[in-house]
């Protein structure tokens, strides 16, 4: 299922390389499709059995947060 992931926290093209690297190898299920710097969102194509807090905690270690999923 594809889905938005809205991020807080990114600043510049290394922090969207970073959490696309991050997404793709630390997490089992998701696959980043895009990552806007301007917009400050994922999308992601993600199993619905994925771990959600997983996501979460890979995503605030990076020092990003996740402010909302549509």
Sequence with gaps: MKKKLLIDGMSCNHCV??????????????NVIEVSLEEKYALV???ENLDMNKLN??????????KGIE
């Design 17 to 30: 390389n970073h959490l696309k690297t991050a997404l793709t190898e630390d997490i089992e299920g998701i």
């Design 45 to 47: 194509d993600m199993d």
């Design 57 to 66: 905690s890979v995503i605030e270690e990076l020092g990003f947060e996740i």
